[in-house]
């Protein structure tokens, strides 16, 4: 809750500042990749789109509880700015 969903956004996937719109299922006629989850949206399923204001061409494509938890995971990791608890020691390579 709090996190507004459309308007000016920070776009998680590339962390610019971008606009984020609802395609209603009716809109919905391709199908997409998303990038939070890496499974299909599917035709006919509300989701949303972000699109960076200078980089249209990398606008991604969302289920709505996956660009929840990313923009929430944004959220959070801004406010702890300063405090640096979380450590980018672990490898993932
Ligand atoms: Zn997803």
Redesign the pocket.
């Given at each position: 809750m709090g996190i507004a969903l459309t308007g000016d956004i920070v776009d998680p996937a590339t962390n610019q500042l971008a606009q984020c719109r609802k395609i209603q299922p009716y809109q919905a006629n391709k199908t997409y990749l998303?990038p939070?989850?890496?499974?299909d949206?599917r035709p006919g399923e509300g989701h949303f789109v972000v699109v960076p204001h200078l980089d249209h061409d990398a606008r991604r494509h969302?289920?709505e509880?996956?660009l929840m938890r990313a923009l929430n995971r944004e959220v959070k990791s801004n406010r702890s700015k300063g405090r640096r608890k979380r450590s980018h020691k672990r490898s993932n390579a």
């Open positions: 998303c939070e989850c890496n499974f949206i969302w289920h509880r996956c």
